[in-house]
């Protein structure tokens, strides 16, 4: 079992760029693979980047070329770097991880981080 703590979100200036952070607490986080979804409101909550054990990474087409996950397994944290940000990228940001695989009910969740972006 693991705990989720997100930091790095805020407000930033369409086309700024922000990181956030996502620190796990557990012995074994190079087992989980990690993600990082995001609500707007009346929105569906959305994955939009993640990280698999194995550090291959996918992105939603939305953030493809702007944003970049990393993780660092020796500080068990996850990274999300958000480049050329968009109005549209106003959410809150959730950090989320699963033993193994990651899909689209993660076991467990950071409380989240608003990311707002003004123009």
């Known amino acids: 079992q693991i705990q989720l703590v997100e930091s790095g979100g805020g407000l930033v200036q369409a086309g700024g760029s922000l990181s956030l952070s996502c620190a796990a607490s557990g012995r074994t986080f190079n087992t989980y693979a990690c993600g990082w979804f995001r609500q707007a409101p009346g929105k569906q909550r959305e994955l939009v980047a993640s990280i698999a054990v194995t550090g291959n990474t996918n992105y939603a087409d939305s953030v493809k070329g702007r944003f970049a996950i990393s993780r660092d397994n020796a500080k068990n944290t996850v990274y999300l770097h958000m480049n050329n940000l968009k109005l549209e990228d106003t959410a809150v940001y959730y950090c989320?991880?699963?033993?193994?695989?990651?899909?689209?009910?993660?076991?467990?969740w950071g409380q989240g981080t608003q990311v707002t972006v003004s123009s």
């Open positions: 989320a991880a699963n033993p193994w695989r990651l899909d689209q009910q993660p076991d467990y």
